[in-house]
C-alpha cells in the first residue's frame, strides 16, 4: 500500500520561505518520478513541479520559476519542495504524487497516489 504523507505546511508572511516534505512508503521510491501540486481555494489542482527518479530532470510550472525548488532523498524515500519569496498567491493546499514511471506527469488525472495535503498560507 502506497503512502504519502507531506508536511512544513504552515502561516507566512509575503516574502517568506516554507520547506516542504513528502515521506513516501509501501514501495521502492527510487523507481518513481515525483510531482507537487496544488489547490487554491476554491480553484481546482495544478501543477507546481516534478522531479525524475534519480533527481537529474526538474521542472516548475512558470508560476513559481525561480522561486520553488522540487529535490529528493532517495535514501530516506523523501521529495521536497523548497519554497522562497512566497506570494498571497500560493496560498493553497500542496499535494505530493507518486508518478506510475520514472518521469512524472504535469497533468493530476495521470496520478494513483497521493498525499492528504499540507496548507500554506500566505499572508500580505
Known amino acids: 500500500q502506497v503512502q504519502l504523507v507531506e508536511s512544513g505546511g504552515g502561516l507566512v508572511q509575503a516574502g517568506g520561505s516554507l520547506r516542504l516534505s513528502c515521506a513516501a512508503s509501501?514501495?521502492?521510491?527510487?523507481?518513481?518520478?515525483m510531482a507537487w501540486f496544488r489547490q487554491p481555494p476554491g480553484k481546482e489542482r495544478e501543477f507546481v513541479a516534478r522531479?525524475?527518479?534519480?533527481?537529474?530532470?526538474?521542472d516548475n510550472a512558470d508560476s513559481v520559476k525561480g522561486r520553488f525548488t522540487i529535490s529528493r532523498d532517495n535514501a530516506k524515500n523523501t521529495v521536497f519542495l523548497e519554497m522562497n519569496n512566497l506570494k498571497p498567491e500560493d496560498t493553497a493546499v500542496y499535494y505530493c504524487?507518486?508518478?506510475?514511471?520514472?518521469?512524472?506527469?504535469?497533468?493530476?488525472?495521470?496520478?494513483?497516489?497521493w498525499g492528504q495535503g499540507t496548507q500554506v498560507t500566505v499572508s500580505s
Open positions: 522531479i525524475s527518479r534519480s533527481g537529474g530532470s526538474t
Open positions: 504524487a507518486q508518478g506510475t514511471s520514472g518521469w512524472a506527469s504535469r497533468l493530476s488525472r495521470e496520478y494513483d497516489y
Open positions: 509501501g514501495r521502492t521510491f527510487s523507481i518513481y518520478g
